[in-house]
């Protein structure tokens, strides 16, 4: 059964750190959802399964997007 979560990264990330946020881990982990960036961070909503949405929370707190100074 797929589960949906709602993810925030605070802090100004740069804009090609949030694209692969988008792209790269969520589709590699079989995740379907939207990134959202803004001067407050980057909201994440993906929905999938809940191994997928584990291993990518995994992945962003292991290698978390470059900050913009």
């Known amino acids: 059964m797929n589960e949906r979560r709602h993810i925030t990264v605070e802090g100004i990330v740069q804009g090609s750190a ?11 982990n079989g995740l379907a959802g939207f990134v959202l960036n803004d001067t407050a961070g980057v909201t994440i909503e993906l929905e999938g399964e809940p191994p997928a949405l584990e291993n990518f929370l995994v992945h962003l707190r292991e290698q978390p997007p470059p900050w913009r100074a």
């Not at 694209?19 to 590699?28: N, Q």
């Open 18 to 28: 949030s694209g692969r946020l988008s792209t790269d881990s969520p589709v590699k």
